[in-house]
């Protein structure tokens, strides 16, 4: 069975902190890997996608892939309160056929 | 990135009653879309995913007859929850995917009385 384990949190951090946020996959053929915010009460929203080894930054959001050890990450510089949410990790396969697996979530908070 | 819509974003209907729910891609074909559950304060709950003209394959424990799902066009899902009961009430909200990426929609209260 396909899963994607993440640490349900609260992970908490101080304001204009790094925030880093763990997911390891147990499928060795994903090949897509994401990374949604959830607002408490609202839908998930993409935030970051990864498809190759290494990093891939946008704005304060960096994502992190190292399929070695099935292992994806992602970094928030400069922690905002507006950052609190759950964050999910979702890994998939290559192609349109696939259903992504999803990680059940860590909670983040950012305090001021 | 791409545009998920879904109507209504709330409801309340009586035990017994019928709700449909409409997911609309607008700006992007999905050639694949899925129905998701989510309880408060838990995980999401994939319920079925769909294919543009062809039936809908569930999750295991999700009632096909329950919970009837459309899908006729590339840009348009239907979610049919028949003779809703109070423990059906939850966040329902469906996904689109296009090539690679899947978005959400902003999701359905349904509270059944």
Sequence with gaps: QKEV???SGPLSVPEGAIASL???YSDRGSQSF???RQYSG???ELIMSIYSNGDKEDGRFTAQLNKASQYVSLLIRDSQPSDSATYLCAAG???GSYIPTFGRGTSLIVHP | GAVVSQHPSWVICK???SVKIECRSLDFQATTM???RQFPKQSLMLMATSNEGSKATYEQGVEKDKFLINHASLTLSTLTVTSAHPEDSSFYICSARGVYEQFFGPGTRLTVL
């Design chain 1, 93 to 95: 396969g290559a192609g």
């Design chain 1, 34 to 36: 994401f990374w949604y």
């Design chain 2, 15 to 17: 035990s017994g009653t």
């Design chain 1, 22 to 24: 763990n997911c390891t």
């Design chain 2, 34 to 36: 899925f129905w998701y």
């Design chain 1, 5 to 7: 384990e993440q640490n």
């Design chain 1, 42 to 44: 609202k839908s998930p």
